[in-house]
């Protein structure tokens, strides 16, 4: 039988002994590597797992809480010894792991970055659910990213409380753009710039999330040729971040429009290594399924050059 147990000082060694075959040993940290990884990332609320198998140390896990957009737990490590691989239990113990970040779920994810050749990793990541976002780390170009999606009735939010509705009056849009853009001047803190948005808003294709009858977020459409929609602008409020809401958002824009006979959609933002924030939304974009087009140095200003991205709908 498979279980899972914390380390301390007593067991720590009979997991730190531990090892994967020769060639495999390039596809993750030592797990004196795993050990260490979870002191430094400590502030991330790492936590590193033993995986035991009738009680007797068989593998080696660790998670770690990723804040930054599209923020999730990262299954940053997980191994089982070259001398019990080939039994089940490397699937069985990612199913446990899974279950108890499911019962925490701070976030509605848990993601692992795997590399392309290693088949056997992919092959029970992908039993136990996991499927590949299409995103493709430029640090890591060899590796895929798979995502694990929670289900069921455990989310924080209360998925029975949250609506995504399209909205039809201009007045409406309008006071829902105002509200949430106002509450996000790290992202919209140039006055005109906001104001324009809201204005343009009323005439666009509009969509909000609701948390029961309060609106938390909304994203307008915009034409930008005959075959091709921009996302013009979206916002989610601070409260309501790291929750999957601009994910859903997205989700419901981009099918309303394919439905609409869009073939592209595209985003512009603030071009990757420039500020945290925008850091940040591009990751949301790419993990989202967004390709790198061009960037424009000065499209709008020399210190915020413009990175268009492109999705194929």
């Known amino acids: 039988m498979v279980s899972l147990i914390e380390l301390n000082e007593e067991n720590w060694m009979d997991f730190a002994r531990l090892s994967v075959d020769e060639n495999q040993k390039h596809y993750l940290a ?81 993601e692992v970055c795997v590399k392309m050749e290693d088949a056997q990793a992919i092959h029970v990541y992908r039993k136990a659910g996991f499927v590949d976002t299409g995103y493709i780390d430029d640090d890591v170009p060899d590796s895929y990213n ?22 039809e009056e201009p007045t409406e849009k309008q ?6 853009l106002e509450a996000l001047p790290d992202w919209f803190g140039i006055s005109e710039a906001r104001e324009q948005y809201i204005k343009e808003s009323a005439d666009q294709p509009f969509f909000a999330a609701y948390d029961l009858e309060k609106p938390i977020g909304f994203l307008c459409l915009k034409e930008t040729g005959k075959e091709t929609v921009e996302l013009c602008v979206m916002g989610v409020l601070k409260d309501y971040h790291r929750k999957g809401i601009g994910r859903k958002l997205f989700e419901h824009a981009r099918e309303k429009a394919k439905q609409a006979g869009y073939s592209f959609i595209q985003v512009k933002t603030v071009q990757m290594g420039r500020y945290a924030e925008y850091d940040a939304t591009n990751r949301f974009y790419q993990s989202l399924g967004f390709k790198e087009f061009e960037v424009f140095p000065t499209l709008w200003d020399e210190w915020n050059p413009c990175q268009i991205y492109v999705m194929t709908l």
Request: charge should be negative.
């Open 146 to 167: 798979l995502v694990y999606r929670f289900e069921g009735d455990n989310d924080k939010l209360g998925d029975a409380g949250i609506r995504i509705i399209n909205v």
């Open 30 to 110: 030592s797990n004196i590597g795993i050990l260490a990884r979870g002191y430094v990332y400590r502030n991330s609320h790492a936590n590193v797992i033993g995986i035991v198998a009738d009680g007797i140390p068989v593998g080696l896990a660790m998670v770690r809480d990723m804040d930054d957009e599209p923020a999730c737990y990262e299954l940053q490590q997980f191994m089982i010894d070259k001398n019990y691989q080939g039994k089940g239990y490397g699937l069985e113990a990612l199913k446990l792991i899974l279950d108890s970040l499911k019962m925490e779920q701070k976030y509605d994810c848990v």
């Open 175 to 180: 006071m829902i753009s105002r509200t949430i």
